[in-house]
């Protein structure tokens, strides 16, 4: 088993279940020195989709699951990875028990543009059913984005 950092749509529970279903939430954390960002926007839902990207002076609210091989292949084909529209890299996440070097997934693609206001609704719903802090989650509502007219 791997330790994976979920951020976005990964963060809420439900869904990891759904994908994941013989992994279990080790712990939540934060990735210091990263920054919650959108990019590719002509690959996503209207809109731009979520990524990380280096930053010094940010952080991200993560859930560390204990990823099992069966459920990494079947995460790598959700995520596209598999056909390279995220990549996985290694980050280090700070929780109350430490440090712990963890994999994720980051967008292979241009940083920039907007979400869709549907898309960024289901960001912070996760990180709501996933116990962020009540203001990184009013933080990800207030985000840009665009309307799709739905």
Same mark, same amino acid.
């Given at each position: 088993?791997?330790?994976?950092? *979920?951020? $976005?749509?990964?963060?809420?529970?439900?869904?990891?279940?759904?994908?994941?279903?013989? %992994? !279990?939430?080790?712990?939540? $954390?934060?990735?210091?020195?990263?920054?919650?960002?959108?990019?590719?926007?002509?690959?996503?839902?209207?809109?731009? =989709?979520?990524?990380?990207?280096?930053?010094?002076?940010?952080?991200?609210?993560? @859930?560390?699951?204990?990823?099992? !091989?069966?459920?990494?292949?079947?995460?790598?084909?959700?995520?596209? &990875?598999? +056909?390279?529209?995220?990549?996985?890299?290694?980050?280090?996440?700070?929780?109350? +028990?430490?440090?712990?070097?963890?994999?994720?997934?980051?967008?292979? &693609?241009?940083? $920039?543009?907007?979400?869709?206001? %549907?898309?960024?609704?289901?960001?912070?719903?996760?990180?709501?059913? %996933? %116990? *962020? !802090?009540?203001?990184?989650?009013? @933080? =990800?509502?207030?985000?840009?984005?665009?309307?799709?007219? =739905?």
């Amino acid at each position: 088993m791997t330790l994976y950092a *979920a951020y $976005g749509t990964n963060l809420d529970p439900a869904r990891m279940g759904e994908r994941c279903p013989h %992994s !279990p939430l080790s712990t939540t $954390g934060w990735l210091s020195g990263w920054r919650l960002t959108f990019g590719g926007e002509e690959h996503g839902w209207d809109g731009a =989709l979520a990524t990380i990207v280096q930053d010094p002076f940010d952080q991200v609210y993560v @859930a560390v699951y204990d990823v099992t !091989p069966e459920d990494e292949a079947q995460l790598d084909t959700w995520e596209s &990875a598999d +056909s390279g529209l995220y990549r996985k890299t290694k980050v280090r996440v700070s929780s109350l +028990s430490g440090e712990q070097v963890v994999w994720t997934y980051v967008l292979d &693609a241009y940083e $920039g543009g907007l979400p869709s206001a %549907s898309y960024l609704g289901v960001l912070a719903d996760a990180a709501e059913a %996933s %116990s *962020a !802090p009540a203001d990184y989650v009013a @933080a =990800l509502r207030r985000r840009p984005c665009r309307s799709t007219g =739905l």
